[in-house]
């Protein structure tokens, strides 16, 4: 095989081989966000078929998350050692046999376990989606197969309920995960046959594995005792959980602190304003983890939506963060950060609050245009507004040299804000094991629990206007985003990490077939 530098004439956009690498990348990184986005309303089509409680389908949409939070940091690493191409088939494969035993689960344990290793494969394959088309493209047009690549996910994160809602409504909810499958067939082959192979040669083999599973297994132990409280109340393993994982996250900061190569930098943290940030993030996507929850199930059980329905009645949001989010990011380069990360969580809280108003009746035309659409819409803008600026600003608060770091970071502790309020806003709304079989139960479990997320994002925007700064319009256009279409609820974009600079004034190492 053959060495090229990516700086040298590297593949281009227009050319076969560049439509292939952006068609193999987009179906990646379009299976982990179809699931993220899908699940929700498929939850109680599963608990029905599956005879589950409410703690089963917490679990069923953490159990992801948790895994993916854990290690996504891990996975960009590995593809940076072992080759960005074979991680990222790796992580296809993997996500394809854990979607299968998904599919094929027989009860509520066994989709649960398979959900957590979907995770681990979303975990090597959503990084090096976006490492294969910096490592791929000629420098010139890199930003170019960037949008392409997060303009063709954001149609997919837009398409993804309304497919979702049809098959769990038709086919039923299984195909959700079947689904996953010919996309993986089509994705494999064309990554192995079209897709360069890239490496960082100076990256070494040390991993900071006990990091990675230090932090999972301390989410996963808080996250057990928020959601099996309700049902077990203060029981001895709820509190030794909850004790547990404490426990293991203050040993998580200590082992960051000593290592040489640490997943997570301390370091990082001495700039203010990316700590300010990072918490005005977890603000904002422990609110969406929750509401997105909480709101599919809420149009079913208690509006009488069909799934199908329900997926298509939360489209607006999603389609509002499509078609603006880059000008968005435009207006965060011009005026800073700090108007937009106050009033987007502000809009945003309006929107959950007019939640409150859907109900017995709002499944019909002039209920949804009523009830649903003005809360889907408020709360889009809000989106809208504070997405963009904010992965914006997490690259400003760092050096250039660790900015895919700090994205890495951002997302990750988005990933785990969603995690940590799917376990908690249920206990914290006094919802019982079998609320969502019960359409007078969860409406009033609800409507305490719109509240809270709201709360949540008033905080967020109360955090931004006292913390965060503006930085200088350099700083601020140095820093601008390459991912500008963004349109997962789940965690913000990830952003290509800048190139590893060599002694000889190169950057990473492509191998050609």
Do not use: K
Request: hydrophobic share 55%.
């Amino acid at each position: 095989m053959a060495n090229s530098e990516a700086d040298g004439p590297g593949i281009r956009v227009a050319s076969a081989a560049g439509r292939w690498v952006v068609l193999t990348t987009v179906l990646g990184s379009g299976m982990a966000m179809l699931d993220s986005t899908v699940i929700n309303v498929a939850l109680p089509r599963i608990g029905e078929d599956l005879g589950t409680d409410l703690a089963a389908l917490q679990w069923t949409v953490n159990a992801y998350m948790l895994t993916l939070a854990g290690l996504i940091l891990l996975g960009g690493s590995l593809g940076d050692r072992y080759g960005r191409r074979r991680i990222f088939v790796l992580g296809v494969v993997w996500f394809a046999v854990a979607s299968l035993i998904c599919g094929l689960a027989p009860n509520a344990a066994v989709l649960i376990a398979a959900r957590a290793l979907q995770g681990v494969g979303g975990a090597l394959l959503t990084p090096g989606s976006l490492a294969l088309i910096q490592a791929s493209f000629h420098p010139d047009d890199r930003a170019r197969a960037v949008g392409l690549w997060s303009g063709f996910g954001g149609i997919g994160a837009a398409v993804g309920p309304f497919v979702g809602g049809w098959l769990v409504d038709g086919p039923g909810w299984r195909w959700v995960f079947l689904l996953n499958l010919p996309l993986a067939a089509l994705c494999v082959p064309v990554a192995l046959r079209h897709v360069p192979e890239s490496r960082d040669p100076y990256a070494h083999g040390r991993f900071d594995v006990l990091g990675a599973a230090l932090g999972a297994l301390a989410l996963a132990l808080v996250t057990y005792a928020l959601i099996e409280a309700p049902g077990r109340g203060a029981s001895p393993a709820v509190i030794g959980a909850a004790v547990g994982g404490v426990v293991l996250g203050v040993v998580f900061v200590g082992v960051e602190r000593r290592r040489a190569d640490p997943m997570l930098p301390p370091s990082v943290f001495a700039s203010r304003q990316f700590t300010a940030v990072n918490v005005v993030t977890l603000c904002v996507y422990a609110a969406l983890g929750g509401y997105f929850f909480l709101s599919a199930i809420q149009l079913q059980v208690v509006a009488g939506y069909s799934a199908l329905g329900a997926g298509t009645a939360l489209l607006p949001t999603t389609l509002l963060m499509l078609l603006f989010s880059a000008a968005s990011g435009e207006l965060g380069q011009r005026i800073g950060p700090r108007i937009p990360l106050t009033a987007g969580p502000l809009i945003a809280a309006a929107g959950m609050l007019l939640m409150l108003r859907v109900g017995p009746g709002s499944a019909s035309v002039t209920g949804y245009l009523t009830d649903v659409l003005p809360a889907v819409v408020v709360l889009g803008t809000g989106l809208v507004v504070v997405v963009a600026p904010l992965t914006a600003t997490v690259l400003a608060s760092v050096d250039t040299a660790r900015a895919g770091l700090a994205s890495g970071i951002n997302n990750a502790a988005a990933r785990a804000a969603g995690l940590i309020a799917v376990a908690a806003l249920p206990l914290l709304a006094g919802m019982g094991p079998e609320a969502y079989r019960d359409a007078g139960e969860f409406a009033a479990t609800f409507r305490r629990a719109m509240p809270m997320c709201a709360g949540l994002l008033a905080a967020g925007a109360l955090i931004a206007w006292a913390t965060v700064r503006d930085p200088a319009p350099a700083v601020r256009d140095a820093a601008r985003p390459e991912c500008t279409v963004h349109c997962g609820v789940a965690g913000p974009p990830l952003e290509p990490a800048p190139e590893t600079a060599r002694p000889d004034g190169g950057t990473a190492t492509t191998d050609a077939d």
